[in-house]
């Protein structure tokens, strides 16, 4: 059985709506008890912890400095620029989901998505490094490699002095 959305929903229901046609209990903010208009559902925090305030801010003082005086001059043409990736990596800003023993960070998710949205914020195409050096092919390596890929690949990939890309058919 699924629920329809129309335009006589409110916007503020849909959650409601998509976890009725799941059969999940529901988030909305007018259940459990929350009245209409509330900003947030009971019991939701969205605030950061103060480590990740911390490292939004450290990550954001350093992508000033590094970023920040050249952020727009650089045409984007596609290219990640060896400098800024070798910069990233050295700062510990490569493989932070990636586990410790494969030579990673070893965070979280969360981590790594506040690292990448700083950094853009700043600089785009140093956000679009940031990602490189985190997500897609290289954490399939971390994931799936075996030991003598990730020897071979791994590590440069996490100093910044190898970009990974992966084929299917």
Same mark, same amino acid.
């Given at each position: 059985?699924?629920v329809?959305?129309?335009?006589?929903?409110? /916007? $503020?229901?849909f #959650?409601?709506v998509? *976890?009725?046609?799941?059969?999940?209990?529901?988030?909305s %903010?007018?259940a459990? !008890? &929350?009245?209409r208009?509330a900003?947030?559902?009971p019991?939701?925090?969205?605030?950061?912890?103060?480590?990740?305030?911390?490292?939004?801010?450290?990550?954001?003082?350093?992508?000033?400095?590094?970023?920040?005086?050249?952020a727009?001059t650089?045409?984007?043409?596609?290219?990640? /620029? $060896?400098?800024? #990736?070798?910069?990233? *990596?050295?700062q510990g800003l490569?493989?932070?989901?990636? %586990?410790?023993e494969? !030579? &990673?960070?070893?965070?979280?998710?969360?981590?790594?998505?506040?690292v990448?949205e700083?950094?853009?914020?700043?600089?785009?195409?140093?956000?679009?490094?940031?990602?490189?050096?985190?997500?897609?092919a290289?954490?399939?390596?971390?994931k799936?490699?075996?030991?003598?890929?990730?020897?071979?690949?791994?590590?440069?990939?996490?100093?910044g002095e190898?970009?990974?890309?992966?084929?299917?058919?």
């Amino acid at each position: 059985e699924s629920v329809e959305i129309s335009s006589e929903h409110n /916007p $503020r229901d849909f #959650l409601a709506v998509a *976890a009725a046609s799941y059969n999940l209990p529901s988030i909305s %903010p007018t259940a459990n !008890g &929350g009245a209409r208009g509330a900003e947030e559902p009971p019991g939701m925090d969205f605030q950061l912890s103060e480590y990740h305030a911390d490292l939004v801010a450290a990550t954001r003082e350093l992508a000033r400095g590094r970023f920040g005086p050249t952020a727009y001059t650089r045409e984007d043409d596609g290219v990640l /620029p $060896r400098e800024y #990736l070798t910069f990233l *990596a050295e700062q510990g800003l490569a493989g932070i989901t990636i %586990p410790v023993e494969d !030579g &990673g960070q070893g965070g979280k998710l969360l981590d790594a998505v506040l690292v990448i949205e700083t950094v853009a914020q700043v600089c785009p195409i140093a956000g679009d490094c940031v990602q490189a050096l985190n997500f897609g092919a290289i954490q399939q390596v971390a994931k799936n490699g075996s030991a003598a890929q990730k020897a071979k690949h791994l590590a440069p990939g996490l100093r910044g002095e190898r970009l990974f890309s992966i084929g299917m058919t």
